[in-house]
């Protein structure tokens, strides 16, 4: 009965947050888009790239009018490439590079910026923005042949997959289309570009004296993708 009880005042709280004037002009949206990386070419003797991914990303925004909101997006993505790792081995004697192991790039990345809606009362609504944020980024690379024995991962290192760990600062820009479905709901379909500089970065899991690094490189990743928005409140349509 109390766990009943508990609950009860759990919905009604809910149903007071859903119509309070406080939460007028939020909403809040999940997403998903497929993203093509553009190859770095200012990088030394390679051309790293991040390839195809896929990302998922919740945006929120606070419309402060019909035509200009502030909005933010967490997202969480993957990505397929290569890049360029360097190292010394033969006793440290000989720097050796490898720039053709594969190499998936795992973020986790949160932005806030200003959106504007210039004819917002449309069918078909466009709007674009910009924002700016950071994000944690994972690199794992997969080394074989030759590569891998140098690094002292074959054999005894079987199995195990060297990653650099970093928080990066990352700028996006998006320009969209925007329809509403009926109830408060919304369909959106986004176009963006975000961009990132990834550091030179240390590889944990490889021997000290290798000083193995990941070369520093440019994220520039295109993105596509589609958007499901829902208002935090129904005092929130306007």
């Given at each position: 009965m109390v766990r009943k009880a508990e609950f009860q005042r759990a919905l009604a709280l809910a149903g007071l947050l859903w119509t309070s004037p406080a939460l007028a002009g939020a909403e809040l949206g999940i997403g998903v888009d497929a993203s093509r990386d553009l190859k770095d070419a200012k990088v030394g003797q390679s051309v790293p790239g991040m390839g195809t991914g896929l990302s998922l990303r919740a945006p929120a925004r606070w419309r402060l009018k019909d035509s200009l909101a502030v909005r933010a997006d967490l997202g969480l993505g993957l990505a397929f490439g290569n890049d360029r790792v360097e190292w010394r081995a033969y006793e440290t004697m000989v720097p050796v590079y490898s720039d053709t192991h594969s190499t998936t790039l795992s973020t986790l990345?949160?932005?806030?910026?200003?959106?504007?809606?210039?004819?917002?009362?449309?069918?078909?609504?466009?709007?674009?923005?910009?924002?700016?944020?950071?994000?944690?980024?994972?690199?794992?690379?997969?080394?074989?042949?030759?590569?891998?024995?140098l690094l002292g991962l074959a054999g005894g290192g079987q199995g195990v997959h060297p990653y650099t760990d970093q928080v990066v600062p990352m700028v996006q820009m998006h320009i969209g289309g925007r329809t509403e479905i009926g109830n408060g709901l919304a369909i959106e379909v986004e176009a963006g570009y975000n961009v990132?500089?990834?550091?030179?970065?240390?590889?944990?899991?490889?021997?000290?004296?290798?000083?193995?690094?990941?070369?520093?490189?440019g994220l520039n990743q295109l993105k596509l993708g589609l958007n499901l928005v829902i208002p935090l409140s129904k005092g929130s349509e306007s």
């Open positions: 990345g949160i932005a806030l910026g200003p959106e504007l809606s210039p004819w917002a009362s449309t069918a078909v609504s466009p709007y674009f923005g910009v924002m700016g944020g950071y994000m944690w980024a994972r690199h794992w690379h997969r080394f074989d042949g030759m590569a891998e024995q990132a500089f990834m550091r030179e970065a240390q590889l944990a899991q490889t021997p000290d004296e290798l000083d193995a690094v990941r070369v520093a490189y």
